[in-house]
């Protein structure tokens, strides 16, 4: 909901008088700590009661206001003697925190000028840093996990909102790991909260990507939810060393395979690709060792021109979260 409040704490408005330089008078309000809800569109209004307070009805003919942040709106233009009307003063935070000053002026028959004056400071209610979160790699397999931060604020310690729970659509998971707080002024307490979301094990390699709703829950059992876009990577957990096999001419390379979880595996077969590679490509296993030998054959044998200057040695295996090593070879 737009340009909710949900606490204004304490707020003051004082005429400074005389009509120095043809102002009619300034009236200025110090409103906040105001905590509001960020959404696409958050607001903070503030209404002013604009009495004339002379024996002449009082014609307004033009407002003003001191920056594009901010707007006015009045419910009359001409107030008779003794009466009143609303100015109601917008004000749309270009930061997520902060303090500013904004007025009106009030246009006058007279040529006179009368000011509004609003200083004010704002707090979100919750804060997540990111919506976009990148895990990185993920073993295949093995779970993985990141940290998401946020920040909470209100009046005191139980009004400000806590973790309470998430949902996915692919198995993500989300649990409070940290919750630290203080007040930082008198009437306000922050809230500085660390939660460890993690992503489920999967076999399957490549980018990943799922969504994460958040539901918070302050002290009076009011609830808000935002959700989080969540990526990661799903990376071999068995890996040739070096991942790269650079041949010279008649040279021989041992590749060693490694399992960066210690499941054991054995080596089960391999496949060149593109096959013209065979003709200067010799391939040995060694299924005790989890080795892989390369040998280029071009001093040894004769072999046909062109041959391809690159080609991939996928090394079959039978390890319980993966398939298939694959192998680049460089000549």
Known sequence: MSGRVLWVVGFAVTLLAGCVGGTDGEFVANLGPVFVDLDDDPEIQHTFNVHNDSAKPLEIVGVRTSCNCAKAELSATQIAPGRSATLTLTYV?????????????????????????????????????????????VRSGLAGGVTLRCRAYGPSKESVYRFASAESDVGLTCSLAK?????????????????????????????????????????????????????????????????????????????TLQAHDGLPFEILGFSIQPPEAQAWLGVEIDRQARRV???????????????????????????????????????
């Open 93 to 137: 935070p270009s930061k997520v925190w902060g303090s500013d000053t904004v007025s009106a002026d009030l246009l006058l028959r007279s040529g006179s000028v009368r000011r509004y004056t609003l200083h004010l400071s704002w707090y979100p209610r919750l804060f997540v840093h990111t919506t976009d979160l990148d895990v990185g790699g």
């Open 179 to 255: 919750d630290t707080g203080k007040y930082i002024s008198p009437v306000v307490y922050e809230s500085r909260q660390e939660l460890r979301v993690s992503v489920p094990p999967s076999t399957k390699l490549g980018d990943r990507r799922g969504t994460l709703r958040l539901t918070f829950r302050d002290g009076n059992g009011q609830t808000i939810c935002t959700s989080v876009t969540v990526r990661w990577e799903v990376t071999p957990v068995v890996q040739p060393a070096p991942a790269v096999a650079v041949l010279e001419p008649g040279g021989e390379l041992s590749v």
């Open 293 to 331: 030998l390369l040998r280029d054959r071009r001093q040894s044998e004769t072999v046909s021109s062109p041959l391809p200057q690159r080609c991939l040695v996928a090394i079959e295996i039978n390890h319980p979260n993966q398939k298939v090593v694959q192998l680049p070879v460089l000549r």
